[in-house]
Nanobody, 123 residues
Framework: QVQLVESGGGSVQPGGSLSLSCAAS????????MGWYRQAPGKQRELVAT???????TYADSVKGRFTISRDFAKNTLSLQMISLKPEDTALYYC?????????????????WGQGTRVTVSS
């Protein structure tokens, strides 16, 4: 079982910056990727950025050039640096740890989620 605890977030004016952090604990041996997702009111949860175990990073087009994800494999932490924030970035942000076992996750795969941290961008 994987536990994820997020911190950071808050309220900021458009153009401002915020940082999010996520600490992972528990049985992390099958985690093959960690990432950030967000869910705005009335919308589906969407991917913001993810970092698999090879260290590469993938971003949603809407945040490229403004958000930076980083993963500390030694400390089992994940962070998201956000700059040039826009009102449309307002959402509940969730830390995710994806577990995968077996060839192409044939044995099992499971998504672990944090409790979410709110980001509000408003003037």
């Amino acid at each position: 079982q994987v536990q994820l605890v997020e911190s950071g977030g808050g309220s900021v004016q458009p153009g401002g910056s915020l940082s999010l952090s996520c600490a992972a604990s528990g049985s992390l041996g099958d985690v093959n990727a960690m990432g950030w997702y967000r869910q705005a009111p009335g919308k589906q949860r969407e991917l913001v950025a993810t970092v698999p175990n090879d260290g590469s990073a993938t971003y949603a087009d809407s945040v490229k050039g403004r958000f930076t994800i980083s993963r500390d494999f030694a400390k089992n932490t994940l962070s998201l640096q956000m700059i040039s924030l826009k009102p449309e970035d307002t959402a509940l942000y969730y830390c995710n740890a994806h577990e995968c076992a077996g060839y192409r996750c044939s044995y099992y795969e499971f998504d672990n989620w944090g409790q979410g941290t709110r980001v509000t961008v408003s003037s």
